[in-house]
Structures are given as C-alpha cells and as structure tokens.
Nanobody, 117 residues
C-alpha cells in the first residue's frame, strides 16, 4: 500500500507563492488520479485540484488560474504550485492518491500553509 508525505508548506505573505510536494512510497500503481484537498480550522475539508492518470487537470473555481497541479510518475512525486496567495488560502493541505483497484484512497499527513502579512 502507498504512503504519502507532503512538504513545502509554511508562512507566506499575501500575493506570494509557494509550492507543495507530495512524495509517495510503496506500490502506487495502477492509480486513477491524485487530488489536493485543504481544510481550514472550523471548516469542512475542501477539494482543491486533481490530476488524472491521463494528464488532465481540474481545479476548484476559487484557485483556477492561480494554482497548478503536476506530477512526475518516475519520481513518484506530485506538486501543487500556488501563486497570488490570499488570506483565505490559509489551511492545512492534504495529498490524496486514488488507487485503480477498489478505488482505495491514500492520504498524506497534511501540511500547514499560512498566508499572512
């Protein structure tokens, strides 16, 4: 089974940029796709972006044009590049991988992104 670890979070000023990484270990193939989620204190977990195994990407309207999801299958790493960050982007971000067999979901531990002046 797969194990996911996020990295690259931290504190950034409004308008700044940050790139999150998701590194996988174990057997991750075959997989249907991966997702980035986020959850702010007191709020529900929110889907942010997706990368399908065929290369297609999807984004929630709130981050469209500002965030970019990408991946490197050979390195078993996936990324979320975040530009023009806003205060409301502050949340704990999670990497999610969906296995093809049984649609099993694997989750990282989450990493904090704080946008503040």
């Amino acid at each position: 089974q797969a194990h996911l670890v996020e990295s690259g979070g931290g504190l950034v000023q409004p308008g700044g940029s940050l790139t999150l990484s998701c590194a996988a270990s174990g057997n991750i193939f075959p997989w249907n796709g991966m997702n980035w989620y986020r959850q702010a204190p007191g709020k529900e977990r929110e889907w942010v972006a997706a990368l399908m195994s065929g290369g297609r990407t999807l984004y929630t309207d709130d981050v469209e044009g500002r965030f970019t999801v990408s991946g490197d299958n050979a390195k078993k790493e996936w990324y979320l590049q975040m530009n023009s960050l806003r205060l409301e982007d502050t949340a704990k971000y999670y990497c999610n991988l969906v296995a093809a067999l049984g649609e099993v979901h694997y989750w990282g531990q989450g990493i904090q992104v704080t946008v503040s002046s």
